[in-house]
């Protein structure tokens, strides 16, 4: 072993006694003391004291002081289960998130608002239809351009949401002031067919913007995402129906396999591998518990980081809402529900909705029922991706009814 010259011996002990020197005539500082914290800690700390000192004025007798609201951590909150900025109305934090190209909790960002109007032309439209009425972004745009004394239909399946936005629509100038007439409909948009033709009402514009909105996906406990656990539901309507749980417990695994492939598009031997896994007993409870299944299985193709789990998540919510027989009733009954010259517009946000629609839009315009069709979906714009990242997989197609 090499030894140390007597020179750097030295060095290294007077280094060392003037460290310890340091030490010992530095004033002594309370470990408490927040000027010594980080920045996290301090506001933790802070916090504490704030509760105690609440607990000490209320056996006093005395009236106890606001406690502070609870953190979250990071810069944006992330969840339901916290108090958020956002929901408190705080609009420099509002803005910082949408900035950043994300969806503050508990809003949804309509996605290709412009171009929408676009292709519905509501200019002269006496009668027109929101399929999937949801946070009422689109709404909100059909009741500006619609003309005076149209009428609007607002549909959506889930009721929590229809008349919270029923609410916030009916305070809208135009339709305060009833130059547009708005109305709701709480019901699958599978059944729009039906109750235009019950209400005998030929639509001039209709829209459907396919899959689940933002608040549904940010609040854990509806069961949409895996990234906060919460109870494995996915029902669009929580007031029916079985939740994503109970029908992975009663479906076959032939039947489970078969939602991953065609809602999901994994392989063959992916969708099996999938379907065993997600069903081994006990079935998953939990949005978690069923991302760890997913993860554990090694799958053929390769895929980026939880991609497969985001896959499987999304078959498994179309599977439960039944989700593919709405869409198929729905382009079933359009052409139908739209009056001549009508025009409709689809959202679509993956590729099993996308099939359903460009096929029954091809097969109406072949047999002369469209007059025109989207030959290419529209996306959205470079800059609308980079401000709202979920509408990055989203694809619009338009028809027009013949006037035949």
Not at 7 to 17: G, N, P, S
Not at 184 to 190: F, G, K, L, V
Not at 348 to 356: I, L, N, Q, V
Request: glycine share 6%.
């Amino acid at each position: 072993m090499r030894h140390r010259s007597p020179l750097l011996r030295a060095f290294v002990w007077a280094a060392t006694r003037s460290l310890v020197r340091s030490f010992s005539h530095a004033p002594t500082r309370n470990l408490c003391d927040s000027s010594l914290r980080l920045p996290g800690l301090r506001a933790a700390a802070t916090a504490g004291d704030d509760a105690a000192a609440a607990r000490d004025v209320a056996d006093d007798g005395a009236a106890a002081p606001r406690v502070r609201r609870k953190r979250y951590a990071g810069r944006y909150p992330r969840n339901f289960s916290e108090k958020y900025k956002e929901r408190a109305n705080d609009a420099a934090t509002v803005e910082r998130v949408l900035v950043k190209g994300g969806t503050p909790a508990g809003t949804h960002v309509p996605i290709m608002v412009a171009e929408c109007l676009e292709h519905l032309r509501v200019g002269d439209a006496a009668v027109a239809v929101d399929c999937t009425l949801g946070y009422g972004g689109h709404s909100t745009a059909l009741v500006a351009a619609l003309p005076r004394g149209a009428r609007l239909l607002g549909v959506d399946r889930d009721g929590e949401e229809l008349a919270k936005t029923a609410a916030r629509l009916a305070e809208a100038p135009r339709a305060a002031s009833g130059e547009v007439t708005l109305e709701q409909m709480h019901s699958n948009y599978a059944a729009v067919g039906d109750e235009l033709a019950r209400r005998g009402l030929a639509v001039d514009a209709l829209l459907a913007d396919l899959g689940c909105s933002s608040m549904q996906v940010d609040d854990p406990e509806r069961g949409f995402t895996y990234k906060r656990e919460g109870p494995l539901d996915m029902r669009m309507d929580t007031s029916r129906g079985e939740t994503a749980a109970d029908w992975l417990a009663r479906s076959s695994t032939a039947d489970v396999a078969a939602a991953f492939r065609t809602a999901a598009d994994f392989g063959k031997r992916d969708a099996r591998e999938l379907a065993v896994a997600a069903r081994r007993a006990p079935t998953p409870a939990t949005t978690t518990a069923f991302a760890e299944r997913v993860r554990g299985v090694a799958l053929e193709e390769e895929t980026a980081d939880d991609d497969a789990v985001k896959r499987a998540m999304q078959a498994l919510r179309v599977a439960v809402n039944d989700e593919f027989a709405s869409l198929d009733a729905l382009l079933a009954s359009l052409p139908d529900a739209l009056a001549p010259g009508g025009r409709a517009v689809v959202l679509t946000f993956h590729s099993g909705e996308d099939r359903r629609v460009k096929q029954a839009f091809k097969k109406g315009l072949a047999a002369n029922v469209y007059s025109a069709v989207a030959r290419r979906p529209v996306r959205a714009s470079p800059e609308e991706r980079r401000a709202n990242s979920r509408s990055g997989c989203c694809k619009l197609r338009w028809c027009v009814r013949s006037k035949d």
